[in-house]
C-alpha cells in the first residue's frame, strides 16, 4: 500500500462539447470562445448545430454541453445535453439572445465562455415541443410576431436588437388578425381573430418582450392570445409585450396547461424562437426538467438575482 503524503490528487479537466452555430450574429468563430474555456481548464472540441454534429458531439462523451449561437440554436442543444444527463452552458451569439437575458448569462461571450467552463450552481428547466417534437426554449407563437421576424430579418445586420422594435412597429402598422381556435388540455379557451397567440416556456422573445408569468420550471406552457381589434388598441398590447405585463391586461386571455392546440389557416406562418415556420402549433407538449442550465452563483437556485 502506498504512504498517504496528504496530497490532493489533481481532479481531471472538465471535457466541453461546444456546438456553434456558425451563422448566427452574421458570423461566428468558434475557436476563441474554445480558448476561453480552455484557459479556464477545461478540455473542449468543438461542433456544429446540425444533427449529424450533434451526434458526434454525443459520442465524445463530454461532461457538459455548451451552446454558442442565437435563441434558435438553443432548444436542439438542450435536448442533447438532457439526453446526455449533463449540464448546459450558453454563450449568447445572436442578435437578441432574449434566452441568455432571461436567465441572467453575461452578455459578454468570455465571460460566458468562463461560466460555461467553471460553473457549478444549475437550474432545472422545461422544454416545449412542437407537433413534431422539435424543441424550443422560449415561445412559440403566430400573427404579427412572425410578420415582425421576417420583417427584422434584413435590418439585423444594420440595427441589431432594435430590429425587432421597429419590424414590430411595421407588422403592427400593416398586419392582419388571424382567426385562431386555442384549446388548453383539452378544453377551448378562444376561438376567434387574433393579433397574436403565444405559447410560452421561458416567455422571452423578441429582444426584450416577454411574458412574466411564464415560469418554466412548473411543468406547463402558458398560452397568452391577443384578441384582434383597433390598431390604436395595439399600443397598449405593446406596452404590455414590452414590459412583460400583457397577461395582466383585463381582456387578454391567459390560461396554463399540458397540451396546447392552437389551430390556424392552413399555410400560417410561425415564430419558434426566432425562426419561422409553418406548422407545429397543432399540438404543443412540455418535457418537465428536461435539462440543467448552468447560471451564475449570484442568480441562485431559482436563477434570479437577489433583490436589495
Not at 474554445?34 to 463530454?62: K, N, T
Not at 450552481?121 to 412572425?146: K, M, Y
Not at 388540455?185 to 408569468?213: K, L, M, N
Request: charged share 20%; glycine share 12%; proline share 9%.
Amino acid at each position: 500500500m502506498l504512504p498517504n503524503t496528504g496530497a490532493s490528487v489533481p481532479s481531471a479537466p472538465v471535457r466541453i462539447a461546444l456546438a456553434a452555430n456558425r451563422a448566427s450574429g452574421g458570423g461566428l468563430d468558434p475557436e476563441p470562445l474554445a480558448d476561453a474555456m480552455r484557459e479556464a481548464g477545461a478540455e473542449v472540441a468543438v461542433f456544429g448545430c446540425e444533427p449529424p454534429e450533434l451526434e458526434r458531439a454525443a459520442d465524445s462523451e463530454p461532461d457538459r454541453v455548451v451552446v454558442a449561437g442565437g435563441d434558435g440554436t438553443v432548444g436542439a442543444v438542450a435536448e442533447l445535453a438532457g439526453r446526455l444527463a449533463v449540464p448546459l452552458a450558453v454563450i449568447p451569439a445572436g442578435t437578441a439572445n432574449d434566452f441568455a437575458r432571461a436567465y441572467g448569462v453575461p452578455a459578454d461571450p468570455r465571460e460566458a465562455a468562463a461560466l460555461a467552463a467553471q460553473g457549478t450552481d444549475e437550474r432545472p428547466l422545461e422544454l416545449g415541443r412542437l407537433a413534431d417534437g422539435r424543441p424550443f426554449v422560449n415561445v412559440a407563437s403566430a400573427g404579427l410576431a412572425s410578420v415582425a421576424a421576417r420583417n427584422a430579418s434584413p435590418l439585423k445586420p444594420r440595427l441589431g436588437p432594435l430590429a425587432y422594435g421597429v419590424a414590430a412597429a411595421h407588422a403592427a402598422a400593416v398586419g392582419k388578425p388571424l382567426p385562431v381556435t386555442v384549446r388548453t388540455d383539452g378544453r377551448t379557451v378562444f376561438e376567434g381573430d387574433c393579433w397574436q397567440a403565444i405559447v410560452a416556456v421561458s416567455g422571452a422573445f423578441g429582444g426584450g418582450s416577454g411574458v412574466a408569468e411564464a415560469n418554466p420550471e412548473d411543468g406547463v406552457l402558458d398560452v397568452v392570445v391577443l384578441p384582434a381589434g383597433s390598431r390604436a388598441g395595439l399600443a397598449r398590447r405593446a406596452w404590455g409585450l414590452r414590459t412583460k405585463t400583457i397577461a395582466q391586461q383585463r381582456d387578454v386571455p391567459h390560461e396554463r396547461g399540458h397540451v396546447i392546440e392552437v389551430e390556424l389557416p392552413p399555410g400560417s406562418e410561425i415564430n419558434v424562437d426566432g425562426e419561422l415556420r409553418r406548422d407545429g402549433l397543432e399540438r404543443v407538449t412540455v418535457e418537465p426538467n428536461a435539462f440543467r442550465l448552468i447560471v451564475a452563483p449570484s442568480l441562485g437556485r431559482h436563477g434570479r438575482r437577489p433583490s436589495g
